[in-house]
Structures are given as C-alpha cells and as structure tokens.
C-alpha cells in the first residue's frame, strides 16, 4: 500500500495539502510513462489490420481472463474469512447505501462501460454483420447476459478475497490489542475495513495484499495482474477500434481510404498523446475526476439523448399525422415540465428544514404524475381526427420510433416466407414476440421512451446537484476543471452533429456545390429536414 501510494499514485488529500502549502507540481513518473507506450504498441498491433486481427486477439484475451476468474474463484474459496466476504456481497446490504442516488448513478455509468453502450462500440462492431444473418435480440440478451454474468463472478473473487484479508486483520489485531494494552501499539494500528475498499484500492492494494499472504504469491500475483491485462486491452481496443472504423467509414475516409495500419496509427498515437495526462504522480486522481465527468455526466447523458432521439423524435411525424401537430408538441413538452418539475422538487424539498428525503421525493412524484395526467388531458382536448379514445392515446403517448426498430429486427431473421412479416401491436403479433425469445417484446418500447429515458434525466440533475454541492471528491477547483472541460468538447461534438447533421455525408457527392466554400457553406447550414434526420441517427 504504501509503495503504490509514494511510487505510483498520490491521494486527492495529498494533493489538497500540498496545493496548499503552494508546492504542488506534479512530478513525472517514467515507470507510469513507460508502461503506457508499451499498452498503446500493444492496441495498436490489436487493430492494425481492423476487424480481422481484433478477431483473433479476442480468442485469447476474453476466454484467458474467464478461465483465470475461475481459477481465482477456486483458490479463494479455501481462504479462511472467504464465506464472510460472500455474506458481505450477496447477503449484507446497506439499506442506506442502496438509497443513494450516487451509488445508482455510478452503478450506471460502470454497467454502460462495461457493456459500450453509448460509446459506439456495439454499433461498430454490429456494422460488421450481414444485416440478413444477424439476430438482434438474440445478440442483446447474449451480450447484457454474458456481461453480467462475468461481472458477478469477478465479485466472488474479489469478495472471497477481501474477507481473508478481513480475517487475517481481525487475528492481527487481537495481537495489536495486546501492544496497545502494554503499550508499545497505538489504538488506530487495529483499524481496518477491507469491505470498504473500491476503485483502484481493490485491485492494487487489497487484492495484492492477500495475493502476498498465499503460497507462492508470485505466481498468483502474475496470474491476477496478467488478467488486469487483458481485460484492460480488451477494453481500450474496443473503444479504439471503434474510432478507427468511423475514421474509415465517414465520407473523407471513404474517399481518401487510408489502409487499416495508417488509421490504427492515427488512433493510437492520439490516445497516446491524450494519456501523456495520467503520467504524473497525480495521475489516478486525473483519472478518476475524467471517468467521473464521462461516464457519470457524459455516458449517462448521451443515453438519454439516445432515448430521447429514439422514443420521442424518430417517426414523430407518423404521431403528426394522427392526431396533429399541436397535441403531440404539447404533450411531449408538458411530460417533460412534470418530469423536470417533479425531480427539482423531490431533491430540492429535503434542503428546507424539517423535511426528510422520503416527503420530498414523494411530493416530487406526486408532482411529476399529475403533471403527466395534465399533459394527457390537455393533448387529448387539442388532438385531432376521429380516432377512438384508445387509438388517440396511442398515437400520442406511444413509442412510434422503438416500434419501427422492433420491426425491423423481429423481422431480421425471420422465415417470412412461412410465418409471415411480424407486425407489432395485435393480440397475437405482442403474445408470439412475449414468448420467443428472438423478438423484442413490447415491453422494448416503453423501457425506451419512459423508464430508461426519465431515470437517466433524473440521475443527470442529481449528478449536477451533488457536484454543486460539493466538489467531487474533493479535489482542488483546477484539476476538477479538466474534466469538466473534456464532458464539454464532447457535448459540444454531439451537438455539433445534431444541428449541423450534414457534415456526416458527402458534400461532393450531396451538396451539388462545385467550390469548397460551397461545400463547406451547405455543411454548416442547419435546416428543419436535416435537423430530424440528425436526431433519427
């Protein structure tokens, strides 16, 4: 512990103090640097020849990591304390704990991580399928399934762990009890919680302490880290890769076509640059105010962009049709009022004297439903048409844009020539997709448009709140700005493109401009048409 902490990283504490005292300066670490460019020569040689050499390279670093897990598993389990640390992970929860919104937000922001959703990932990789052979759902529940499965056998592992060293500490300190008595030990030396350890503390300092305590601890240190490793490469060539093919794949790659090795070079000498940031002492307390910033602030937003796009924007003008213009703005802007209004009041109402959490988030749902059935009564009022009640709801509140994904992928691999083209929100059509599990049922478009879409606006305005409150982790105001100004450029990026969409195609090829200020100029004009196409990708 205390050769990670001088040798490799420094404390937020450590940096408050001597930021402090003035003498802060963020001393380079070689060892860090040095380890860092061999990472990158390593991404690189996993995407240089794209798809085709990450394909191989997965062969090994995803099964090697699984089978290490297990031996893990296995070794762990004969370790004395190893059942109280499994008590402690699937038995012993902390109530108060669980109702932290902070705890569920960073809960979302590793489960959107690990998976790569939000980050182009699984669309670069899917773009790789034949769209006639690739089974959507089934792909879906194969991934999120796999990836929590793995993710909860890394916590026995970790668990079984952390309760020997638990016990190792509990035996240690009915000796330091008998120093203190005589002495020679003072009270805080028998002072220990491994259960509330986490971040880089399990991996680095937990975990190999009671690597150390084992029968040829060198071997087993090898094995644990080794499978850091991979698992580490597996994720950073994912995320790399996924750079690399839009680079290959966008209008200027297409009409440059760079070979795979220059593009992977590109990428990789970036992320190489970019790293350069987490070199210096202070280099995982950087890291961890730019995880905090992407996936807490900006993974969880773009989510709930992508929902919004999704449930709310895309075959809008179906719901147009139906009802009219009016009744569908109406609502639409009304549900998100309530919303709005409702989470402000649920965490506002506990900062007044006298009010507990419990009143205030029951006032703020209470707010929240009676503003949404205020926003169903009056676009109903203003709809048009002579629809029936039920259909009029339908073509108001439904989740027209997930429907038309839902279709399209049941359909993906159906056998239309014998079962017919599945068509969604009949009797029949919503029981067959219930009960097979290669369709999306129509539970699909709900948990878009409403569930998934409201949590993640709800936990973005607890995340805003929490941060004003007080400064994440309590770092100092500069470092924390970094962060802060990376979730900007890459807020910025996203709305670069929805307002400006055209500068995703061809200005050659659509523009029908001869000059390059012309192409330039009809890139760069945002127009209602492009504008819906922008929100529809």
């Given at each position: 512990k205390q050769w990670y902490q001088r040798r490799v990283a420094i404390t937020a504490g450590d940096i408050s103090m001597a930021t402090d005292a003035g003498d802060f300066e963020g001393t380079f670490n070689w060892k860090v640097f040095i380890s860092m460019a061999i990472m990158w020569v390593l991404i690189f040689l996993c995407i240089c020849k794209g798809v085709k050499s990450t394909g191989?390279?997965?062969?090994?670093?995803?099964?090697?990591?699984?089978?290490?897990?297990?031996?893990?598993?296995?070794?762990?389990?004969?370790?004395?304390?190893?059942?109280?640390?499994?008590?402690?992970?699937l038995i012993k929860w902390d109530p108060e704990t669980l109702s932290d919104p902070t705890i569920w937000s960073e809960a979302i922001g590793q489960v959107f991580f690990s998976l790569g959703v939000c980050?182009?990932?699984?669309?670069?990789?899917?773009?790789?399928?034949?769209?006639?052979?690739t089974n959507v759902p089934?792909?879906?529940?194969?991934?999120?399934?796999?990836?929590?499965?793995?993710?909860?056998?890394?916590?026995?592992?970790?668990?079984?762990?952390?309760?020997?060293?638990?016990?190792?500490?509990?035996?240690?300190?009915?000796?330091?009890?008998?120093?203190?008595?005589?002495?020679?030990?003072?009270?805080?030396?028998?002072?220990?919680?491994?259960?509330?350890?986490?971040?880089?503390?399990?991996?680095?300092?937990a975990y190999p302490q009671g690597i150390a305590t084992l029968e040829a601890p060198q071997f087993w240190g090898i094995v644990f880290f080794g499978c850091l490793i991979m698992l580490g490469i597996d994720s950073a060539f994912s995320l790399v890769e996924t750079m690399a093919t839009f680079l290959k794949d966008c209008w200027v790659g297409l009409r440059l076509k760079p070979a795979n090795w220059m593009v992977a070079l590109l990428v990789s000498g970036v992320g190489f640059l970019a790293g350069l940031l987490y070199v210096f002492d202070s280099g995982l307390v950087m890291l961890d105010i730019v995880d905090h910033y992407i996936n807490m602030w900006g993974m969880i937003l773009i989510g709930m962009l992508e929902c919004c796009?999704?449930?709310?924007?895309?075959?809008?003008?179906?719901?147009?049709?139906?009802?009219?213009?009016?009744?569908?703005?109406?609502?639409n802007t009304l549900f998100f009022l309530s919303l709005l209004a409702g989470t402000l009041f649920g965490i506002g109402l506990p900062y007044i004297e006298g009010v507990e959490e419990a009143a205030g988030l029951g006032v703020g749902l209470a707010v929240f439903i009676g503003g949404w059935l205020v926003a169903i009564a009056v676009s109903l009022i203003l709809s048009e048409g002579d629809l029936l009640l039920g259909s009029k709801m339908w073509a108001i509140m439904g989740w027209h844009g997930a429907d038309e994904l839902r279709v399209k992928a049941n359909n993906c691999v159906r056998d239309t020539k014998y079962d017919g083209m599945w068509v969604p929100n009949t009797w029949r059509s919503e029981a067959e997709a219930l009960r097979r599990h290669d369709c999306f049922a129509i539970s699909f478009g709900f948990l878009i448009k409403y569930f998934s879409c409201c949590l993640l606006f709800v936990i973005t305005l607890v995340n805003i709140k929490n941060d004003i409150d007080s400064p994440y982790g309590g770092y100092p105001a500069r470092l924390l700005a970094v962060g802060q100004l990376i979730f900007v450029f890459m807020l910025c990026l996203v709305l670069l493109v929805l307002v400006f969409p055209r500068i995703m195609y061809d200005p050659i090829k659509?523009?029908?401009?001869?000059?390059?200020g012309g192409r330039i100029a009809w890139m760069l004009t945002p127009k209602p048409a492009d504008i819906a196409a922008g929100a529809e990708c």
């Amino acid at each position: 512990k205390q050769w990670y902490q001088r040798r490799v990283a420094i404390t937020a504490g450590d940096i408050s103090m001597a930021t402090d005292a003035g003498d802060f300066e963020g001393t380079f670490n070689w060892k860090v640097f040095i380890s860092m460019a061999i990472m990158w020569v390593l991404i690189f040689l996993c995407i240089c020849k794209g798809v085709k050499s990450t394909g191989w390279v997965v062969k090994f670093t995803v099964p090697l990591p699984l089978l290490i897990l297990v031996v893990l598993i296995i070794r762990g389990a004969f370790l004395d304390g190893a059942g109280d640390g499994i008590k402690n992970y699937l038995i012993k929860w902390d109530p108060e704990t669980l109702s932290d919104p902070t705890i569920w937000s960073e809960a979302i922001g590793q489960v959107f991580f690990s998976l790569g959703v939000c980050m182009g990932v699984m669309t670069t990789y899917s773009s790789h399928n034949k769209k006639s052979k690739t089974n959507v759902p089934m792909s879906e529940k194969a991934i999120s399934l796999s990836d929590t499965g793995i993710a909860l056998l890394g916590g026995f592992a970790i668990y079984e762990m952390l309760g020997y060293m638990q016990n190792t500490c509990l035996v240690f300190n009915e000796e330091v009890a008998a120093n203190i008595t005589a002495g020679i030990a003072a009270e805080d030396e028998k002072t220990c919680d491994y259960y509330g350890m986490s971040s880089t503390g399990l991996a680095f300092i937990a975990y190999p302490q009671g690597i150390a305590t084992l029968e040829a601890p060198q071997f087993w240190g090898i094995v644990f880290f080794g499978c850091l490793i991979m698992l580490g490469i597996d994720s950073a060539f994912s995320l790399v890769e996924t750079m690399a093919t839009f680079l290959k794949d966008c209008w200027v790659g297409l009409r440059l076509k760079p070979a795979n090795w220059m593009v992977a070079l590109l990428v990789s000498g970036v992320g190489f640059l970019a790293g350069l940031l987490y070199v210096f002492d202070s280099g995982l307390v950087m890291l961890d105010i730019v995880d905090h910033y992407i996936n807490m602030w900006g993974m969880i937003l773009i989510g709930m962009l992508e929902c919004c796009a999704v449930g709310w924007v895309y075959k809008i003008d179906n719901q147009y049709e139906k009802v009219g213009k009016t009744s569908v703005l109406v609502y639409n802007t009304l549900f998100f009022l309530s919303l709005l209004a409702g989470t402000l009041f649920g965490i506002g109402l506990p900062y007044i004297e006298g009010v507990e959490e419990a009143a205030g988030l029951g006032v703020g749902l209470a707010v929240f439903i009676g503003g949404w059935l205020v926003a169903i009564a009056v676009s109903l009022i203003l709809s048009e048409g002579d629809l029936l009640l039920g259909s009029k709801m339908w073509a108001i509140m439904g989740w027209h844009g997930a429907d038309e994904l839902r279709v399209k992928a049941n359909n993906c691999v159906r056998d239309t020539k014998y079962d017919g083209m599945w068509v969604p929100n009949t009797w029949r059509s919503e029981a067959e997709a219930l009960r097979r599990h290669d369709c999306f049922a129509i539970s699909f478009g709900f948990l878009i448009k409403y569930f998934s879409c409201c949590l993640l606006f709800v936990i973005t305005l607890v995340n805003i709140k929490n941060d004003i409150d007080s400064p994440y982790g309590g770092y100092p105001a500069r470092l924390l700005a970094v962060g802060q100004l990376i979730f900007v450029f890459m807020l910025c990026l996203v709305l670069l493109v929805l307002v400006f969409p055209r500068i995703m195609y061809d200005p050659i090829k659509h523009s029908g401009r001869k000059t390059t200020g012309g192409r330039i100029a009809w890139m760069l004009t945002p127009k209602p048409a492009d504008i819906a196409a922008g929100a529809e990708c």
